[in-house]
């Protein structure tokens, strides 16, 4: 059975470079969530898709981050002109409902920025 | 103030022992409570929800006091498997999670 997955795993980016990381989440799954997680810490929110519509990006850091899901599955998150404070493994998660329950996460794009 | 506080540990505790730690809240409104389980270098995975009257499943036990805001757990005979940072999670509204900074426990033969 397919979990989460995401794309790239490994990402090293310049400071000033834009990136994009993709969340292929379980198939079915209405909710998907996008998380930052710095070294030693548990993971932060950051954003909150219902099928395509977002409903909540208050824990994006900055307008540089902006995330999409425009067909209710696959979603992207983008970080433009990166930072080095940008550097932190990004999770993503579905659920199957809209409810607080189960999130299942993917690996997670561990993205370097220099 | 951070939602969710938990002690970091790290707990170093050798097999067969019990090991238990805690954290707490700060919102009085949530309404669901977890134990989650990362694994170095993986991802989160759940554990166990944490109910009012206190749960358990297997070796694990849960405990939720909500006029403290506090949740704990509890892990009876450790495992070397049972090695892992342990994330406390709060629900504070219908969909989003809010995870604590995870309490390390490191079994050792």
């Known amino acids: 059975g397919a979990g989460v997955s995401q794309s790239p795993r490994y990402k090293v980016a310049k400071r000033g470079q834009d990136v994009a990381l993709r969340c292929d989440p379980i198939?079915?799954?209405?909710?998907l969530f996008w998380y930052q997680q710095a070294l030693g810490q548990g993971p932060e929110f950051l954003t909150y898709?219902?099928?395509?519509?977002?409903?909540?990006k208050s824990g994006l850091p900055s307008d540089r981050f902006f995330a999409e899901r425009p067909e209710g599955s696959v979603s992207t998150l983008k970080i433009q002109r990166t930072q080095q404070e940008d550097s932190a493994v990004y999770l993503c998660?579905?659920?199957?409902?809209?409810?607080?329950?189960?999130?299942?996460f993917g690996p997670g794009t561990r993205l370097t920025v220099l | 103030r951070k939602e969710v506080e938990q002690d970091p540990g790290p707990f170093n505790v050798p097999e067969g022992a019990t090991v238990a730690f805690n954290c707490t809240y700060s919102?009085?409104?949530?309404?669901?409570f977890f134990w989650y389980r990362q694994d170095c270098r993986k991802e989160p995975k759940l554990l166990m929800s944490v109910y009012s009257s206190g749960n358990e499943d297997g070796r694990f036990t849960a405990q939720l006091n909500r006029a403290s805001q506090y949740i704990s757990l509890l892990i009876r005979d450790s495992k070397l498997s049972d090695s892992a940072t342990y994330l406390c999670v709060v629900c504070p509204n219908d969909y989003k999670l809010s995870f604590g900074a995870g309490t390390t426990v490191t079994v050792r033969a």
């Open positions: 919102n009085s409104a949530s309404q669901s």
């Open positions: 898709f219902q099928n395509e519509a977002q409903l909540d």
């Open positions: 998660a579905s659920s199957l409902l809209v409810t607080c329950n189960e999130q299942f």
């Open positions: 198939s079915g799954h209405v909710s």
